[in-house]
């Protein structure tokens, strides 16, 4: 069965600094995976996927992903923090079924 | 493309009193679902519907019926509310696309269950 690991439920770093949200995944298949934001009272809004092809992954707002096999990670960056990507985000693996499994989300706080 | 709706955006209810949360979406997609969140938990998956006249139970299907009414609209009834219920429920869609799983979610129900 397909799992997610989001290692920290809150991160906070300081505008301008460097973003890391960790995800580590199990899948017996080649997974998909993907990365969403929710903002507060909102719905979750789709950042970026990674489906087959290059591992290296853009995202809109600044954001990327790599996706490591080795390590079974798909860890979320973005090189400097602007205080409207204080959000939460979301990590997702396909499952079977053409369901996704989520992580239990990491809350970003941007400090000023 | 007004995209996922979801309708009411806010509702209270007494145990016992059921309801039914309406979702609908207008981007031709094949599959949708019904997801609830609570804090700390993650979304966790109720119900879906992978096609048009088919419906599955998810991780959390205990306390919820639903009905696929047409390929457009897909709604979460609550026969007997319980405190447990009182969460955030979203609908999403997906295409179904080869290579394309994402899934398009609406804004979200909150409901409390008093």
């Known amino acids: 069965a397909q799992s997610v690991t989001q290692l920290g439920s809150h991160v906070s770093v300081s505008e301008g600094a460097l973003v890391l949200l960790r995800c580590n995944y199990s899948s017996s298949v080649p997974p998909y995976l993907f990365w969403y934001v929710q903002y507060p009272n909102q719905g979750l809004q789709l950042l970026l996927k990674y489906t087959t092809g290059a591992t290296l992954v853009k995202g809109i707002n600044g954001f990327e992903a790599e996706f490591k096999k080795s390590e079974t990670s798909f860890h979320l960056t973005k090189p400097s923090a602007h205080m409207s990507d204080a959000a939460e985000y979301f990590c997702a693996v396909s499952g079977y079924g053409n369901k996704l499994v989520f992580g239990a989300g990491t809350i970003l706080r941007v400090k000023s | 493309n007004a995209g996922v709706t979801q309708t009411p955006k806010f509702q209270v209810l007494k145990t016992g009193q059921s309801m039914t949360l309406q979702c609908a979406q207008d981007?031709?997609?094949?599959?949708m679902y019904w997801y609830r969140q609570d804090p700390g938990m993650g979304l966790r998956l109720i119900y879906y519907?992978?096609?048009?006249?088919?419906?599955d139970k998810g991780e959390v299907p205990n306390g919820y019926n639903v009905s696929r009414l047409n390929k457009r609209e897909f709604s979460l009834r609550l026969e007997s509310a319980a405190p447990s219920q009182t969460s955030v429920y979203f609908c999403?869609?997906?295409?179904?696309?080869?290579?394309?799983?994402?899934?398009?979610f609406g804004p979200g129900t909150r409901l409390t269950v008093t």
């Open positions: 999403a869609s997906s295409p179904l696309r080869a290579s394309s799983y994402e899934q398009y």
């Open positions: 519907s992978a096609s048009e006249g088919t419906t």
């Open positions: 981007m031709n997609h094949n599959s």
